[in-house]
């Protein structure tokens, strides 16, 4: 059924730019139309400037084992586009990972000549131009943020070329075809850090980036921190794996990338043959990202980023300076940099970058990005990914640094159904950057810092004098006597740098900034204030309250407060628990999400030598190469290479983890998967339970029967006693405020009941037994909007007496919804969406029903602005316009969508905008070219296909009408 929704629109995100001052009373208006001005001044290259236009993923149907038909294929699709006179460019064919290319369109005046035939999986673009005389083929800019239309004005033969219209046609025309996908851009992984780079670092970079390679000799900047991987290697097994000699000897593991400072003595100091990162290749170059124009070569290495090198050294790095060593330090790397200096990426970029790594041979694919492009299995990333995994490869992908905006927000890839996606939890130690009070020599509090990205604080040392300013914002010159102290200012109307110097104007020696709010310490970015020599650092809203009561004390007292600043590693408060940042799952049909989570939060690696050399930084990012480094462990040591069986294994033994330390509740399955890896258990595991996870689906299609195979690979006869270990029920949404998940979910008691057809069950040496369950959801007093629930199947082995014996249990994780998939709203109408609006934003009516109906003249440029958040994902949106009498107009051009995503609460994903100039298409399978719409009064229907929706039933659409407005002309 989905694969037949194949109505292609293109959805323009909107940006919010920096921060400006809101009126606190209008606040949703104000973040909308600054949100809207950001999206005006979007940054992608005018088709007059590239001359490239929209860009397509296609799909084949022979299998890559027989390479012939692939071939045959791939050369008829080009036979195709030039039959109908197409200008286009192949970026990549693929024959590995799928029978496919990408193909991106080109303008009628491009300069590039043909030369299709010299595409292969490594090549860079290559055009394939045709042109027929006396014809100009128009072009509809399809990219993120407008629409240009491209007009005759010679009187030739005219045909407007609609290119999502026309690969919907050729479905149709050509068999060999099985599906296509637009191109996506997939952003820079939005990893954590305690702190910025020092700005010098930064300025180099930003501004003479060709001289990074001078600070690379030794003698620059240094991080100045301390190694705190191996505490995690104690929370996973790894220590225990290390000790009995495995290190990850004999795997290949693929990192794709920012690429690798293979330079960095922990992490071989080598390239090639022979070294640490063996193999690898740079796809796209420094400037990338920044600028559309790929440059790759032979040489992967990472100078300017950093992400990938922190990657590198989490999995193998082998550090003598700071004393540690990555999970998997025995294994051979292979690095493919797939993001430049600065910027995103495509997704065809990805998808040549993993072919590349499985034709090099590698057992494992490290993929430590995700994002909101799409929320579906069907994404062309996961889809291929997933066909890796098939082969052989096991493919370990970040679940995503998006657990502050609600459940069910697994990106692609890590959504595909045969990718390992990886959550985090955050390490027990870390290096810390306190502040200690002192007031009459006796210290009286201490706070975490965070330093900025200028000079540090001098660290040990005698205390030195803080004054507070209470009535003082520092935005203005300082009045009150601030010599020779440090100055806590306090967060607000003006920025932190304006703070800064009015403190060292004033002879202050450094500053702490505080709030009295919800804040957590921030990490202050200084680089544009090339001035400021002092110190500048922030603390919590927490800490901010606390510091204000202890000046408010010594001034009762009036004794003045010192402070002296220190360094050392502390203990991590949420240490063992799953990170804040590591995104919830399941996905919009509850498949199951996470996989397995790895530790990612606050781990200490290698950095580039012109960065650092080291860097502490969180995320998922860092949980990926984490998971990838037990994977490979695993594998040295159990000779096991299919992907499927190796994550069930370890499924099956990870440690489910509490809500809180000390708190007997157990975490969400939809947040914590089968829980924390415990990778040695794994290996020396003897007993394995099929599935690894039991799926419960929602009421409506509630399954509540399972069974549980039991097999037992050792001689030994074995006993098992079986019991049930619920989670907490968690409520994601508030539609009483919106159709989008809330930001926090609201946990909740609520336990399934579970139900053994045995209590104890035998399995005899080299045997299997079946263990039959039943479950009947959670029972309700009090109303609730949608509620996951789960729990974990627990088998612990016992003796003939009932008495447990020393070995680790084997935990089944459960879970379902209380609720229906397919009643979720899609359209977020509580607050205000869709609507259509000014160019600025702003609703032209809060109602449905227009007090003055609007007109738009196309033919003079109007644009009618029509704006969308999506509570929910949804396979299908369409777009559509009907007349003042009733009838069907059509289609607006671009603005159906398959596998669309939901907003969230970010700047960067709040409402989706679609930007109409008037034209529209009669049938998005035929030839028909789009045409004008004729003067008149119309109205717009926009509908999304619910969450199991059936695309040919009415009623699984769900549907929004605007108000009539009159088109002049």
Request: proline letters at 5%.
């Amino acid at each position: 059924m989905k694969a037949g929704r194949l109505w292609i629109v293109f959805l323009i995100f909107r940006f919010q730019g920096e921060a400006v001052a809101e009126d606190e009373t209008n606040h949703f208006e104000t973040e909308r139309h600054h949100r809207l001005s950001k999206l005006m001044h979007d940054e992608n290259l005018p088709w007059e400037a590239t001359h490239m236009g929209p860009r397509f993923t296609v799909q084949f149907q022979a299998s890559v084992d027989h390479p012939n038909q692939v071939e045959a294929e791939q050369n008829a699709f080009l036979q195709y586009l030039q039959s109908h006179d197409i200008k286009f460019h192949i970026r990549y064919r693929y024959n590995g990972i799928m029978n496919g290319m990408s193909v991106q369109l080109v303008a009628p005046d491009s300069p590039f000549e043909d030369d299709e035939n010299k595409s292969n999986t490594t090549s860079t673009l290559r055009p394939s131009l045709y042109k027929k005389k006396n014809r100009l083929i128009q072009f509809l800019k399809t990219s993120d943020n407008s629409t240009t239309n491209l007009t005759n004005n010679n009187g030739t033969d005219t045909e407007i070329f609609h290119p999502s219209i026309f690969l919907a046609q050729t479905l149709k025309r050509c068999p060999y075809i099985r599906r296509y996908w637009p191109g996506k851009r997939y952003k820079r992984p939005n990893v954590i850090q305690t702190q910025n780079l020092p700005h010098q670092l930064r300025s180099l970079l930003s501004y003479n980036r060709s001289e990074i390679a001078t600070v690379a000799d030794g003698q620059g900047y240094m991080d100045p921190g301390m190694a705190n991987l191996n505490y995690a290697h104690t929370l996973t097994g790894v220590e225990t794996a290390r000790k009995a000699g495995f290190s990850g000897n004999g795997i290949k593991v693929g990192i794709l990338d920012s690429g690798v400072d293979y330079t960095h003595p922990s992490l071989g100091g080598c390239f090639g043959p022979g070294c640490l990162i063996s193999t690898g290749y740079d796809l796209v170059g420094d400037d990338y990202g920044e600028s559309s124009d790929l440059q790759p070569d032979e040489n992967p290495i990472d100078l300017c980023d950093g992400h990938g090198t922190h990657v590198a050294g989490i999995l193998a790095a082998n550090d003598r300076t700071k004393g540690f060593e990555g999970v998997a330090p025995g294994v051979s790397i292979g690095v493919w940099r797939i993001f430049g200096c600065e910027g995103d990426t495509d997704d065809d970029i990805i998808l040549a970058a993993a072919e590349m790594a499985a034709d090099a041979g590698m057992d494992i694919i490290n993929l430590s990005l995700g994002g909101g492009v799409s929320a579906w299995s069907e994404d062309a990333l996961a889809v291929a990914l997933s066909n890796l995994s098939k082969k052989g490869i096991s493919i370990v992908v970040a679940q995503g640094n998006e657990g502050r905006d609600g459940i069910a927000r697994t990106p692609s890839p890590a959504v595909g159904d045969q990718v390992i996606a990886v959550g985090s939890v955050d390490n027990t130690i870390k290096l810390s950057h306190i502040v200690h009070l002192f007031q009459e020599g006796h210290e009286i509090a201490n706070f975490e810092y965070v330093s900025g990205d200028g000079p540090g604080f001098k660290l040990g040392g005698q205390p030195q004098g803080l004054v507070i300013l209470e009535k003082e914002t520092a935005c203005d010159p300082i009045l009150q006597n601030v010599h020779d102290q440090v100055v806590a200012v306090k967060r607000g109307e003006c920025d932190f740098g304006q703070k800064a110097m009015q403190v060292q104007n004033a002879g202050g020696t450094g500053v702490l900034v505080y709030s009295t709010g919800a804040d957590d310490a921030v990490s202050i970015d200084l680089h544009r204030y090339t001035r400021i020599t002092i110190p500048v650092a922030s603390v919590s809203g927490e800490d901010g309250v606390a510091l204000l009561d202890a000046y408010h004390e010594s001034k009762i007292t009036n004794s003045p407060l010192s402070a002296k600043f220190i360094s050392e590693l502390t203990e991590v408060k949420t240490g063992g628990l799953l990170s804040v940042f590591s995104t919830w799952g399941p996905d919009p049909e509850l498949h199951f999400k996470p996989d397995i989570v790895g530790v990612g939060g606050h781990l200490y690696s290698t950095y580039p030598s012109t960065l650092g050399w080291y860097r502490s930084m969180s995320g998922t990012s860092m949980a990926t190469p984490y998971i990838s480094g037990c994977l490979a462990l695993y594998m040295e040591a159990t000779g096991e290479r299919d992907p499927r069986i190796i994550i069930d294994n370890l499924m099956n033994y990870a440690v489910p983890l509490p809500l809180l330390n000390d708190s007997n509740h157990l975490d969400s399955v939809a947040r914590q998967g089968p829980g924390l890896i415990q990778v040695y258990d794994a290996i020396l595991a003897t007993t394995q339970v099929y599935p690894p996870k039991i799926a419960l689906n929602d009421t409506e299609h509630f399954n509540g029967k399972a069974t549980l195979f039991i097999e037992n690979f050792s001689d030994d006869h074995k006993i098992y006693e079986v019991d049930h270990l619920p989670t907490m029920g968690v409520n994601g949404y508030d539609f009483n405020k919106s159709a989008v998940p809330m930001e926090k979910a609201e946990y909740k008691q609520a336990s399934a009941l579970v139900a053994f057809e045995q209590e104890v069950i035998e399995v005899n040496g080299k045997g299997s037994k079946s263990l039959n369950i039943k479950f009947a959801p959670p029972r309700w007093i009090e109303e609730l909007d949608h509620v996951i629930y789960g729990g974990y199947i627990r088998l612990r082995q016992v003796d003939k007496q009932g008495e447990m014996i020393d070995s680790k249990a084997i935990h089944v994780p459960y879970y379902g919804v209380l609720g229906s998939q397919y009643e979720l709203p899609i359209f977020d109408y509580k607050q205000g969406y869709p609507y259509i609006g000014m160019a600025n934003g702003k609703p032209i009516h809060s109602g449905t029903r227009s007090r003055r109906r609007p007109a738009y003249n196309f033919q003079d440029g109007d644009v009618l602005n029509l704006f969308m958040r999506l509570g929910n994902p949804s396979t299908v949106v369409k777009c559509e316009v009907i007349s003042g009498d009733g009838m069907w107009a059509g289609y607006i051009p671009h603005y159906d969508n398959i596998w669309v995503a939901r907003n969230d609460h970010s700047d960067e994903f709040f409402d989706y905008a679609i930007h109409w100039h008037g034209h529209l298409t009669m049938d998005l399978y035929s030839n028909t070219a789009p045409v004008e719409t004729q003067p008149g009064t119309y109205h717009i229907i926009l509908s999304a296909l619910k969450i199991f929706g059936n695309a040919s039933v009415p009623r699984d659409w769900e549907t929004w009408t605007s108000f009539d407005f009159d088109i002049i002309s």
